[in-house]
């Protein structure tokens, strides 16, 4: 399912069209059909690029990268909700109480000790 921009680029002007290539590093010489034209179709081909570096992104996640994140999203919520004040010992506390990313680890913790 693509994408579809809901600019209406045949309302703008084109020395509006000319600062929108200009902006995307497109050639900004010629008509307003064809300004029109190229701007949609870098458009298509940049979400194109961007769905592909997503996935290839998803799928090049590994499991340790997983709980990496999971660990760091989890020390970033403490430090939210200590309003920034965050001791290592205190820390060690919140992730001893918190349960580890998967069904097998005891909590967060001891996942963090054993990787």
């Known amino acids: 399912q ?5 600019t209406d680029y ?3 002007t084109v020395l509006k069209l000319k600062e929108v290539c200009k902006e995307m590093e497109l050639p900004v010489s010629g008509r307003k059909h064809e300004l ?3 701007i949609t179709v870098a458009e298509g081909e940049n979400m194109r690029s961007t769905r592909q570096s997503e996935r290839s992104n998803y799928s090049a996640t590994s499991v340790k ?3 990496e994140k999971y660990l760091v999203d989890l020390v970033k919520y403490y430090i ?3 309003r920034g004040y965050a001791s290592s010992r205190d820390l060690g ?3 001893a109480t918190n349960s580890g ?3 097998s680890a005891n909590s967060a913790l001891s996942e ?3 990787n």
């Open 2 to 6: 693509e994408e579809v921009s809901n």
């Open 10 to 12: 045949s309302e703008y």
């Open 36 to 38: 029109i034209e190229r």
């Open 65 to 67: 990268g997983k709980l």
């Open 80 to 82: 939210v909700e200590s």
């Open 93 to 95: 506390r919140f992730l």
């Open 101 to 103: 990313s998967s069904a």
């Open 112 to 114: 963090l000790k054993e």
